[in-house]
Protein backbone atom coordinates (compact mmCIF):
# COMPACT_ATOMS: atom_id res chain seq x y z
CA UNK A 1 0.00 0.00 0.00
CA UNK A 2 0.78 3.56 -1.05
CA UNK A 3 0.50 5.20 2.44
CA UNK A 4 2.36 2.77 3.93
CA UNK A 5 5.62 3.56 2.20
CA UNK A 6 5.18 6.86 2.50
CA UNK A 7 4.70 6.41 6.60
CA UNK A 8 7.99 4.77 6.67
CA UNK A 9 9.57 7.21 4.51
CA UNK A 10 8.13 9.83 6.66
CA UNK A 11 9.09 7.80 9.86
CA UNK A 12 13.25 7.60 8.53
CA UNK A 13 12.94 11.09 7.56
CA UNK A 14 12.10 11.99 10.89
CA UNK A 15 14.26 9.76 13.09
CA UNK A 16 11.35 8.29 14.48
CA UNK A 17 12.95 4.71 12.58
CA UNK A 18 16.01 4.63 12.90
CA UNK A 19 18.88 2.17 12.44
CA UNK A 20 21.47 0.46 14.11
CA UNK A 21 21.77 -1.75 17.28
CA UNK A 22 19.12 -1.56 19.86
CA UNK A 23 18.02 -3.40 22.82
CA UNK A 24 14.43 -3.75 23.10
CA UNK A 25 11.99 -4.79 26.30
CA UNK A 26 12.30 -8.48 25.70
CA UNK A 27 16.25 -8.41 25.59
CA UNK A 28 16.89 -8.86 21.92
CA UNK A 29 19.85 -6.99 20.05
CA UNK A 30 17.12 -5.23 17.44
CA UNK A 31 18.90 -3.58 14.05
CA UNK A 32 15.88 -0.81 14.09
CA UNK A 33 13.81 0.95 16.83
CA UNK A 34 10.70 2.86 16.58
CA UNK A 35 9.65 5.83 18.58
CA UNK A 36 6.20 7.55 17.54
CA UNK A 37 6.86 9.76 20.17
CA UNK A 38 9.06 11.47 17.81
CA UNK A 39 6.63 12.71 15.50
CA UNK A 40 6.53 15.79 17.69
CA UNK A 41 5.75 19.08 14.98
CA UNK A 42 2.40 20.02 12.72
CA UNK A 43 3.60 19.06 9.95
CA UNK A 44 5.02 15.28 10.68
CA UNK A 45 1.97 14.41 12.97
CA UNK A 46 -0.59 15.91 10.69
CA UNK A 47 0.44 13.62 8.37
CA UNK A 48 0.60 10.51 11.31
CA UNK A 49 -3.13 10.99 11.60
CA UNK A 50 -3.62 10.89 8.01
CA UNK A 51 -2.11 7.52 7.85
CA UNK A 52 -4.42 6.11 10.36
CA UNK A 53 -7.16 7.83 8.62
CA UNK A 54 -6.14 6.36 5.40
CA UNK A 55 -5.66 2.80 7.24
CA UNK A 56 -9.33 2.97 9.13
CA UNK A 57 -10.59 3.88 5.52
CA UNK A 58 -8.83 0.85 4.11
CA UNK A 59 -9.50 -1.62 6.31
CA UNK A 60 -13.23 -1.41 5.94
CA UNK A 61 -13.52 -1.82 9.61
CA UNK A 62 -17.06 -0.62 10.96
CA UNK A 63 -17.13 1.63 14.14
CA UNK A 64 -19.08 4.11 15.71
CA UNK A 65 -16.35 6.19 17.72
CA UNK A 66 -12.73 6.47 18.14
CA UNK A 67 -10.66 5.69 22.02
CA UNK A 68 -7.46 6.80 22.55
CA UNK A 69 -6.13 5.37 26.03
CA UNK A 70 -3.30 7.81 27.53
CA UNK A 71 -1.15 8.79 27.25
CA UNK A 72 -0.19 8.50 23.39
CA UNK A 73 -3.52 7.46 22.73
CA UNK A 74 -4.82 10.90 23.40
CA UNK A 75 -3.33 13.73 20.56
CA UNK A 76 -3.44 10.61 17.89
CA UNK A 77 -7.23 10.19 18.32
CA UNK A 78 -7.46 13.90 18.22
CA UNK A 79 -5.92 13.73 15.46
CA UNK A 80 -7.37 11.24 13.33
CA UNK A 81 -10.94 12.20 13.98
CA UNK A 82 -10.03 15.62 12.81
CA UNK A 83 -8.57 13.90 9.71
CA UNK A 84 -11.47 11.67 8.97
CA UNK A 85 -13.78 14.87 9.09
CA UNK A 86 -11.01 16.26 6.45
CA UNK A 87 -12.82 13.17 4.16
CA UNK A 88 -16.59 13.49 5.40
CA UNK A 89 -15.95 10.86 8.10
CA UNK A 90 -17.47 12.66 11.36
CA UNK A 91 -16.83 10.10 14.30
CA UNK A 92 -16.73 11.06 18.40
CA UNK A 93 -14.01 10.35 20.45
CA UNK A 94 -12.75 9.86 24.10
CA UNK A 95 -10.01 9.06 26.19
CA UNK A 96 -8.91 8.37 29.45
CA UNK A 97 -6.97 9.94 32.06
CA UNK A 98 -4.19 8.06 34.43
CA UNK A 99 -5.79 9.20 37.53
CA UNK A 100 -9.33 10.22 37.95
CA UNK A 101 -10.45 13.44 38.74
CA UNK A 102 -12.45 14.33 41.82
CA UNK A 103 -13.34 18.31 40.71
CA UNK A 104 -14.99 19.39 37.85
CA UNK A 105 -16.87 16.88 35.32
CA UNK A 106 -14.94 14.05 37.24
CA UNK A 107 -13.65 10.37 36.66
CA UNK A 108 -11.43 9.31 33.95
CA UNK A 109 -12.87 9.67 30.42
CA UNK A 110 -12.81 12.84 28.78
CA UNK A 111 -14.69 13.47 25.52
CA UNK A 112 -17.69 11.51 24.02
CA UNK A 113 -19.74 8.78 25.56
CA UNK A 114 -18.57 5.44 24.92
CA UNK A 115 -21.22 3.26 22.75
CA UNK A 116 -21.46 1.44 20.41
CA UNK A 117 -18.59 0.16 18.23
CA UNK A 118 -15.35 1.92 19.80
CA UNK A 119 -12.32 2.01 17.74
CA UNK A 120 -8.60 1.94 19.52
CA UNK A 121 -5.96 3.75 18.37
CA UNK A 122 -2.57 3.60 20.21
CA UNK A 123 1.12 3.67 18.62
CA UNK A 124 2.46 0.05 19.18
CA UNK A 125 1.22 -3.29 21.08
CA UNK A 126 3.96 -4.71 23.01
CA UNK A 127 2.78 -6.17 26.06
CA UNK A 128 -0.88 -5.97 24.94
CA UNK A 129 -1.73 -3.90 28.46
CA UNK A 130 -2.70 -1.00 26.90
CA UNK A 131 -5.12 -2.41 24.81
CA UNK A 132 -6.56 -4.73 27.73
CA UNK A 133 -7.16 -1.44 29.96
CA UNK A 134 -9.00 0.07 26.93
CA UNK A 135 -11.27 -3.08 26.31
CA UNK A 136 -12.10 -3.30 30.29
CA UNK A 137 -12.81 0.55 29.77
CA UNK A 138 -14.74 -0.10 26.63
CA UNK A 139 -17.13 -2.96 27.79
CA UNK A 140 -17.63 -1.32 31.17
CA UNK A 141 -19.05 1.19 29.51
CA UNK A 142 -21.62 -1.07 27.76
CA UNK A 143 -19.68 -0.33 24.31
CA UNK A 144 -18.28 -2.84 22.22
CA UNK A 145 -14.62 -3.11 21.49
CA UNK A 146 -14.23 -2.97 17.50
CA UNK A 147 -10.35 -3.30 16.80
CA UNK A 148 -7.43 -1.73 17.42
CA UNK A 149 -5.23 0.51 15.21
CA UNK A 150 -0.97 0.92 15.24
CA UNK A 151 1.35 2.51 13.74
CA UNK A 152 4.40 -0.35 13.29
CA UNK A 153 3.65 -3.87 13.70
CA UNK A 154 6.81 -5.18 14.54
CA UNK A 155 5.64 -8.93 13.49
CA UNK A 156 7.88 -10.08 16.29
CA UNK A 157 7.39 -13.36 18.65
CA UNK A 158 6.47 -12.38 22.34
CA UNK A 159 6.97 -14.92 25.07
CA UNK A 160 5.52 -17.94 23.34
CA UNK A 161 4.63 -17.92 19.58
CA UNK A 162 2.39 -15.41 18.65
CA UNK A 163 3.17 -11.79 18.77
CA UNK A 164 1.87 -9.37 20.65
CA UNK A 165 -0.42 -8.12 17.81
CA UNK A 166 -1.69 -11.96 17.02
CA UNK A 167 -2.32 -12.07 20.80
CA UNK A 168 -4.43 -9.23 20.94
CA UNK A 169 -6.61 -10.62 18.06
CA UNK A 170 -7.10 -14.11 19.56
CA UNK A 171 -7.49 -13.01 22.90
CA UNK A 172 -10.20 -9.69 22.14
CA UNK A 173 -10.92 -11.39 19.06
CA UNK A 174 -10.74 -7.76 17.20
CA UNK A 175 -8.62 -6.85 14.64
CA UNK A 176 -5.52 -5.54 14.82
CA UNK A 177 -4.71 -2.68 12.18
CA UNK A 178 -1.24 -1.56 11.32
CA UNK A 179 -0.35 1.56 8.90
CA UNK A 180 2.72 -0.48 8.01
CA UNK A 181 4.02 -3.88 8.97
CA UNK A 182 7.83 -5.31 9.44
CA UNK A 183 7.20 -6.39 5.78
CA UNK A 184 6.56 -2.97 4.43
CA UNK A 185 9.87 -2.19 6.21
CA UNK A 186 11.68 -4.87 4.53
CA UNK A 187 10.13 -4.09 0.89
CA UNK A 188 10.65 -0.21 1.74
CA UNK A 189 14.54 -1.06 2.41
CA UNK A 190 15.27 -3.33 -0.39
CA UNK A 191 13.50 -0.23 -2.59
CA UNK A 192 16.17 2.23 -0.74
CA UNK A 193 19.69 2.78 -2.09
CA UNK A 194 20.44 5.34 0.76
CA UNK A 195 19.18 2.26 3.70
CA UNK A 196 19.66 -0.56 1.82
CA UNK A 197 22.86 -1.54 3.77
CA UNK A 198 20.40 -2.43 7.02
CA UNK A 199 18.59 -4.61 4.76
CA UNK A 200 20.19 -8.21 6.10
CA UNK A 201 20.18 -6.83 9.92
CA UNK A 202 16.45 -6.90 9.37
CA UNK A 203 15.92 -9.52 7.34
CA UNK A 204 18.36 -11.53 9.85
CA UNK A 205 16.01 -10.36 12.77
CA UNK A 206 13.19 -11.40 11.05
CA UNK A 207 14.14 -14.97 10.41
CA UNK A 208 15.13 -14.97 14.11
CA UNK A 209 11.92 -13.55 15.81
CA UNK A 210 9.32 -12.78 12.96
CA UNK A 211 6.15 -14.23 12.76
CA UNK A 212 3.18 -15.24 9.84
CA UNK A 213 2.29 -11.99 8.51
CA UNK A 214 -0.72 -10.43 10.72
CA UNK A 215 -2.55 -8.75 7.79
Known amino acids: MDFSREFIALACEKGVLRFGSFVTKAGRNSPYFFN???FDDGVSFRALCGYYAHAIRDAGVACDMLFGPA???IPLVAGTAI????DGVGLPFAF???EAK????GGTLIGAPLAGRVLI???VISAGTSVRESVEIIRAAGATPAGVVIAL???ERGKGVLSAVQEVQETF???VIAVATLDDLIGYLADSPDLAANLDAVKAYREAYGVGSTR
Not at 83 to 86: D, F, K
Not at 102 to 105: F, P
Open 83 to 86: RLAE
Open 36 to 38: AGL
Open 96 to 98: NRK
Open 102 to 105: DHGE
Open 121 to 123: LDD
Open 153 to 155: DRM
Open 71 to 73: YKG
Open 173 to 175: CIP
